[in-house]
């Protein structure tokens, strides 16, 4: 008989939690990560540049809504990567990852990313597509844990995120960076969402889809991880998280 790669992951999962269950290891808090771990910002956030690509008229800059996407994309997700590490600021990381495709096509416009990123901020928020099986993984957990959402996104767009999407009543605590005073991975913002809960690192694991952020983070205080990876390859040094899922409803079997 042979087994797929996900039901030998099941398998060793379940072995690794019978283990700890010898040895009396058993959560009692789970936090989770926002953006792209339950709200599908990949996807929200490129449903609203295909309406400002419309309206702002870029198809006269670009060869098509792809070619600007792609640009958008990847120098997004690096300014998240730098200011995360506190190498960038928010303003600038909201301009520049609006003006960086302009500029890759010749149109050298501040002013037009700075109307962009104040139209994407705004709308953004009014998305509500989630991750593959959210609600039914946040129902299951809610039931059996104290949720907190511990996430790096800005105040004035994750609450209006959570409220759209219904996903408020699912959690005890939400802790940002911003009302933590520290960006994952820095272990004060893990250090304030235990404390708010009254929890121990070892009481505690954290969800979340950036190895950087969410799982180097959460390492680095003490607490277990899941990397909901979906897509990225894990490098080769880097250390191994506690758990790795591509679909969120591997969490019913982990938890
Ligand atoms: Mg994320």
Redesign the pocket.
């Known amino acids: 008989m042979r087994f797929s790669i996900v039901e030998k992951r099941i398998f060793f999962a379940k072995v690794t939690r019978y283990c700890n269950l010898q040895f009396f290891v058993m959560y009692k808090y789970v936090f989770l990560?926002?953006?792209?771990?339950l709200w599908n910002?990949h996807s929200n956030s490129k449903c609203v540049l295909r309406e400002i690509f419309a309206d702002r008229q870029l198809a006269q800059y670009f060869n098509d809504f792809d070619q600007y996407f792609g640009l958008y994309a990847k120098r997004n997700f690096e300014l998240w990567e730098l200011y995360g590490k506190g190498l960038v600021t928010k303003e600038y990381l909201n301009v520049e990852r609006f003006l960086h495709p302009l500029r890759q096509v010749g149109e050298d416009n501040v002013r037009l990313a700075e109307l962009i990123s104040a139209e994407f901020l705004m709308l953004l928020p009014n998305k509500t597509t989630l991750m593959p099986h959210a609600i039914e993984v946040l129902d299951y957990l809610h039931a059996k844990y104290p949720l907190t959402i511990v996430?790096n996104g800005f105040i004035e767009v994750q609450y209006k995120k959570l409220k759209n999407a219904k996903l408020e009543k699912y959690f005890e605590h939400v802790v940002l960076s911003q009302s933590a005073n520290a960006l994952k991975p820095d272990r004060r913002i893990f250090e304030y969402a235990l404390q708010l809960n009254g929890a121990l690192p070892s009481d505690a694991i954290m969800i979340?889809?950036?190895y950087t952020?969410?799982i180097v983070g959460a390492r680095n205080v003490g607490m277990d991880q899941i990397y909901y990876n979906t897509y990225r390859p894990i490098v080769a040094d880097q250390i191994s998280p506690t758990y790795v899922i591509s679909d969120l409803l591997e969490l019913k079997e982990l938890l």
């Open positions: 990560d926002l953006d792209d771990t910002f996430s979340g889809d950036s952020a969410d």
